[in-house]
């Protein structure tokens, strides 16, 4: 098996995915496809009103209903409530959210029984036999009209629907730089308010949930098949909500169909599914209708933001501040109550500030909980102060690219500069990326359009707009976690381990879905041992053989997982050295390292690593006290975030007639680091900016007066299509992070952090000369045709 | 019950199946072929897209029973065991991500190109409307499929 070869350098390489081939011919491996012999369906029974209490619940129909095995509701199926994990500080309101309700149901949707049945048809039948007496009580879902006095309370025991704030000045680890208000009360500064409300938004992975659980009774284990991006976390918190050790749990991650943070959660159906299955020691599979899905699944976003912003009349930027009301929904789920705070530090985005406040509020109302959604608070930031931005440039008509480049914080200032809001940024080039940006886009060329377009009278018009961002990323630093009341750490882990016939196998903690790990991985092994990329398999998602991780969300894969991957790799490589002196006769320093060939220096005495590993394995001739085996393990603890930045520019046509607007270019300049492999970043980037896009132009859920769901189908809720997009135009500069030995940063959120500023931005320059200052999104035509007419006024 | 010959990817197949049943459920459950995925309950998403007697059919928007006579073939029986060259052009051009709507998008877009062997990214787009992909922003997916038009995949 050993070559003597090196094997050219994988890092940087446009490498095919290997996880391609079997998804490529049907060969995949959803929860869906999963079938367990003996298996059981469950179905919920759902509330429809978003807000009833429950006189009674009627199960008897049901229960004698063809096919039907058990129907229970919370009095008969004993559980915990689900694990929320983010407690913000002493003020923060979490009543106990129960996978089943039994006082009263507090959104539509909310799972009140659950129906056992031999097949899930049988299920579906008698899940409308259930006979709930339902009280109806008046509902609100719009978070001001919640903090209104007399507004209906969603948890009774509170007498409120404020849930609690988190203040930056009280509750930060990390002190400002200085206080916010003196320069708003500077009589020379020029001060701008903008107020902007961000749509309640529902993730659409292309796959549903779903959950299977098999139970090996003898033994009283259970095996959890869960569309999820945390099987890690998932295990530990269904060892709490359902009583069963942690070890006698396995949960697997297979084939997952995207998650976008909407399978980044501890939901009611995998508790209720372990339940039924503990306590009738059969298999159980649960599935989502999509429709369902629309209520049961975790939503993003919505809040109104009030960013304040205090410059000097010739455009330097002095002090931001920042207050948020954000939807909770019914319940706090895993990390609801944080999200926005995931944000906090951001909306002074990548300009050098002096002053810093920020605040969030967050409200009960009666919807489907919030969660994580792709970017998770930094997209709200990354809108408000680019926004704002805008709005600055045009009141102190200035141009928005020059009011940019006045304030962005200078290269020299890194590595490691601390920006107001407290926090230390990694790495960066700010004009450099934003020249590049402007350079692919042909900035003068395009403004140039843009007066000979106005010139002309054509009734469509023409805009650009910019977001030059920043975020933080790769979750996260433990002790920050910790002293931002998170209970979790943020580490990672990784196995590498040479195995008898030459390959290596690496197990990693993150449970990728769609990011490709199972490629850049073995393309970082293969380079760093100096193996063939085809040689390296990497294995995931599966808690009994990958035991150690905390999964995939926040952009971390990469700059955790794919470090720690690293260190287990160093491990290796300095046990194989010692093994190599071993069998050379040599001392380790002697030795050179290259191509997975450890050379006594000056000489051709060489010994391969996967010698090294047979070696290793066979144990016939070790170093005294040397343990058997070339495999070794690392948990990663992140000293910093990682902090990728960009500059992305669209241009818009708006139809001033209908309100239509159609995306001309989108130009997005991103530097994520060191780049493991391209196809993979600039699909990350491809896909985060459409979503972005759909966020700034397209998707919104919205709820009538009594609390229902408006877009209750996929019809009605608009996830684009290939139509609705533009050509992408992808352009990199490359800031290695110094906190890491990869040099790498997160790049999995970086467009949709990016880009819906930018699409607004540019519809609001288009009809600029209009008067138009602002269009809410998603800028439909009709809100970009009524704020064309209202600016008429 | 009703008793329905159906040929699926070459093989022939009686079956008995409910009337109410789902031409995908009958592909998944019955035939066991799970390459087929169901991503909505409106036949908004097309990722059950499959062929029946050549054309792409959303395989949820029609009963079991109406495949009645039919030949169908299904992602797994695209290339039967190989890679057809619309499957080798999304590896190539990274066309999927998570892969749940890509054997609807393949089946999609290679019924597609027989409809229209030299279409332009905007017709392929266009064309493509019918399938939802959440990862990719489409731009690999045009990528691919104008790359299967061009002779470039073999």
Not at chain 1, 258 to 281: Q, R, T, V
Request: glycine letters at 10%; proline letters at 6%; charged letters at 20%.
């Amino acid at each position: 098996m050993a070559t003597t070869e090196r094997p050219a350098p994988s890092i940087g390489q446009r490498k095919l995915r290997k996880e391609d081939p079997e998804l490529l011919t049907g060969s995949s491996r959803y929860v869906d496809d999963i079938t367990v012999p003996g298996m059981l369906w469950a179905v919920m029974v759902r509330s429809p009103f978003a807000h009833a209490t429950i006189g009674g619940i009627d199960t008897s129909a049901a229960e004698s209903a063809e096919g039907v095995f058990a129907v229970h509701t919370a009095a008969t199926l004993e559980l915990g409530a689900l694990v929320m994990a983010w407690p913000i500080n002493d003020e923060c309101k979490a009543p106990p959210h129960n996978p089943l309700t039994s006082d009263k149901a507090r959104y539509v949707g909310d799972p009140v029984a659950v129906v056992v049945a031999d097949t899930k048809e049988h299920a579906i039948d008698a899940a409308e036999m259930v006979v709930v007496d339902w009280q109806p009580l008046p509902a609100v879902t719009d978070i001001k009209k919640a903090l209104e006095p007399g507004a209906p309370i969603i948890h009774d025991d509170l007498g409120t629907n404020d849930a609690g704030s988190w203040i930056m000045s009280r509750d930060s680890p990390a002190p400002v730089r200085n206080p916010s208000g003196p320069y708003f009360d500077d009589p020379e500064l020029v001060k701008i308010k903008e107020e902007y409300y961000l749509a309640r938004l529902i993730p659409n992975a292309m796959e549903p949930r779903g959950v299977v659980v098999d139970v090996n009774a003898s033994m009283g284990e259970y095996t959890v098949f869960s569309s999820t991006q945390i099987p890690h976390i998932l295990r530990t918190t269904l060892a709490i909500t359902c009583g069963v050790p942690e070890a006698k749990l396995r949960v697997v991650a297979p084939d997952v169909g995207g998650g976008f943070g909407s399978k980044l959660e501890a939901y009611p159906e995998d508790a209720i599914c372990l339940g039924l299955a503990k306590l009738h020691g059969r298999p159980i599979k649960w599935t989502e209708e999509r429709s369902e899905g629309y209520v049961a699944t975790l939503h993003g976003r919505e809040m109104y933001q009030q960013i304040e912003l205090a410059a000097t009349k010739d455009g330097v930027l002095k002090a931001v501040r920042v207050k948020l009301w954000a939807s909770m929904g019914a319940h706090m789920r895993i990390i609801t109550p944080g999200i926005p705070m995931l944000g906090a530090w951001l909306y002074q985005g990548c300009y050098d500030v002096e002053g810093y406040d920020f605040e969030y509020t967050n409200v009960f109302t009666n919807n489907t909980f919030t969660d994580a959604y792709r970017g998770a608070g930094r997209p709200e930031a990354t809108y408000a102060i680019e926004r704002a931005m805008d709005a600055l440039a045009r009141t102190l008509d200035m141009d928005p690219v020059a009011l940019r480049r006045k304030n962005f914080i200078a290269t020299e200032r890194f590595p490691n500069y601390t920006i107001a809001s407290g926090l230390t940024i990694d790495s960066a080039n700010y004009h450099g990326t934003l020249d590049k940006c402007l350079e692919m886009l042909d900035y003068e060329g395009f403004r140039a359009d843009q007066v000979a377009n106005r010139a002309s009278g054509d009734t469509k018009v023409i805009g650009v707009g910019f977001s030059t961002w920043l975020e933080m990323c790769g979750i996260a630093p433990s002790r920050v976690l910790a002293a931002l009341k998170y209970i979790a750490g943020g580490w990672d882990a990784a196995t590498v381990e040479f195995m008898p016939t030459g390959t290596v196998r690496v197990l990693t903690g993150v449970s990728p879905h769609g990011q490709g790990e199972v490629t850049t991985f073995a393309q970082i092994v293969a380079d760093q041992l100096g193996v063939d990329f085809e040689d390296v398999e990497v294995l995931h998602g599966d808690t009994q053989v990958v035991p150690l991780g905390l999964d995939t969300y926040g952009s971390r894969g990469l700059s955790v997982g794919g470090v720690a991957l690293f260190k287990a790799g160093e491990k290796v490589l300095a046990k194989a050295r010692t093994i190599a002196a071993h069998e050379l006769e040599c001392s380790e320093d002697d030795l050179e390292f290259a191509g997975g060939n450890f050379t006594v220096k000056g000489t051709d005495k060489s010994a391969n690593i996967k010698a090294l590993g047979f070696s290793a394995w066979s144990a016939h001739n070790l170093p005294d006290g040397m343990e058997p085996g070339l495999t070794a393990t690392a948990l990663y603890d992140p000293p910093n975030f990682s902090w990728p930045n960009g500059a992305h520019a669209c241009v818009v046509e708006v139809d001033t007639e209908t309100g239509a607007v159609k995306i001309l270019r989108f130009v997005a300049v991103d530097d994520c680091g060191v780049r493991i492999n391209p196809n993979i970043i600039e699909g990350q980037l491809h896909g985060g900016i459409a979503q972005g896009i759909a966020e700034a132009l397209y998707e919104e859920a919205t709820y009538d007066e009594e609390g229902n769901l408006q877009q209750g189908t996929m019809t009605t809720y608009m996830v684009p299509g290939a139509p609705e997009l533009p050509t992408f135009e992808l352009g990199h500069t490359v800031t290695p992070s110094p906190t890491n030995p990869l040099g790498v940063k997160g790049v999995g959120e970086a467009g949709t952090i990016a880009a819906p500023p930018a699409v607004i931005n540019a519809i609001v320059d288009a009809l600029s000369h209009l008067g138009v200052t602002n269009v809410e999104r998603p800028a439909t035509p009709e809100r970009v045709w009524s704020a064309i007419q209202g600016a008429k006024r | 019950m009703k008793r329905i010959t159906v040929t699926v990817n070459g093989v022939a197949h009686e079956k008995n199946v409910e009337e109410r049943e789902l031409l995908v459920y009958f592909l998944r459950d019955a035939l066991g072929l799970t390459g087929t995925n169901v991503g909505c309950d409106t036949s908004s998403c097309g990722a059950c897209t499959i062929h029946l007697d050549g054309e792409s059919v959303k395989s949820c928007t029609l009963l079991a029973v109406q495949a009645d006579g039919a030949e169908v073939t299904t992602i797994e029986g695209l290339a039967n065991g190989s890679m057809h060259p619309m499957q080798t052009a999304f590896q190539q051009h990274h066309g999927l991500q998570c892969g749940y709507c890509t054997p609807g998008m393949v089946m999609a877009a290679v019924s597609f190109l027989n409809e229209n062997p030299s279409p332009s990214d905007d017709e392929i787009r266009h064309g493509l409307e019918g399938n939802l992909c959440r990862c990719t922003g489409y731009h690999n997916i045009v990528k691919a499929v104008a790359a299967v038009a061009a002779g470039e995949v073999s």
